[in-house]
């Protein structure tokens, strides 16, 4: 489609979205737009010149219908996903607040997925929103939807989301841990759950344990690092055992006790292992580093 033809396209499809329209062609329209944006990143920000985001935003209600919600949300994802001005955009519309509002109880799971995935586009490369997310009580919010009884894909979008707020920002970590976070995080480690949900929380454990001791003292304390350990013993796909030992290496930084953990649980012989088998070339050095921890 030409740049015109495009613009045309997003404008006519933003027009849709005015209140007082029908609702079967706002939620047509929002999943337009997010077809739009997923075919051509350049469509991303023709919403945002169109006003698009801020229309998105208002179908964001509560008292709207859900798959009405789920439409909206999943087009203002796109939108943020790879793009700092939407992601700033969605903010200073009221965004953050209208997709936290998406994930309380009793709101169906296929929303609080989409929701919670949004959020994590929204702060994965602004620290404003990430503070935004924090100010607003996000941390409780997601860590809620870790407890027993969701289904693994909205435990995992609130995992990723919760690794973006301590992404370089150690008031979002501090946040998740005095929320109590950690805990379900660790739990999330378990036997049985899906190996996305593993990896995501390993790499939120990562994140976690990368500026703070505090936060090291608490994984230890939950035993995060049996668990991750564990990972590593049962044979979980490259991207999950990347993720733990990424995890270990932060949180034996610098950290007698959790060196210790380590070696009590067979660490040692399993990042050994990790090193000795067909493992990438990333995740041998990674072992390397981990097992370097181990000794400082």
Request: proline fraction near 3%; charged fraction near 15%.
């Amino acid at each position: 489609m030409a740049q015109g033809g495009a613009r045309r396209r997003v404008a006519a499809l933003v027009g849709l979205l005015a209140p007082g329209g029908s609702a079967a062609a706002q939620q047509e329209a929002a999943h337009a737009l997010a077809r739009l944006c997923t075919r051509n990143s350049g469509n991303k920000d023709y919403v945002r010149e169109c006003g698009g985001i801020a229309a998105l935003v208002r179908l964001l209600a509560p008292s709207g219908s859900a798959a009405m919600c789920e439409q909206a949300a999943a087009a203002l994802a796109y939108l943020c996903k790879d793009n700092v001005k939407n992601q700033d955009s969605v903010r200073e519309c009221g965004g953050v607040r209208a997709l936290l509002g998406l994930l309380a109880p009793g709101i169906p799971a296929a929303v609080q997925e989409t929701a919670a995935r949004a959020l994590a586009y929204l702060c994965n490369d602004s620290g404003q929103n990430r503070d935004s997310v924090r100010e607003c009580g996000g941390a409780a919010v997601l860590i809620a939807l870790l407890a027993p009884g969701h289904p693994a894909a909205v435990q995992q979008n609130a995992v990723v989301a919760l690794g973006t707020l301590c992404k370089a920002n150690t008031q979002g970590g501090d946040s998740i841990r005095q929320c109590g976070g950690i805990a379900p995080l660790v739990d999330l480690l378990a036997p049985g759950r899906s190996a996305g949900v593993q990896g995501s929380a390993a790499a939120a454990l990562a994140g976690l344990s990368s500026h703070s001791t505090q936060n090291r003292d608490c994984i230890g304390e939950c035993a995060g690092v049996y668990a991750l350990v564990g990972l590593l013993a049962r044979g979980v796909p490259p991207a999950v055992t990347g993720s733990a030992v990424g995890a270990l290496i932060n949180l034996c930084h610098r950290h007698t006790k959790n060196q210790l953990h380590v070696e009590e649980c067979g660490g040692r012989a399993a990042l050994i292992r990790l090193q000795a088998r067909g493992s990438s070339r990333g995740l041998k050095d990674m072992a390397a580093d981990a097992l370097d921890n181990l000794r400082s």
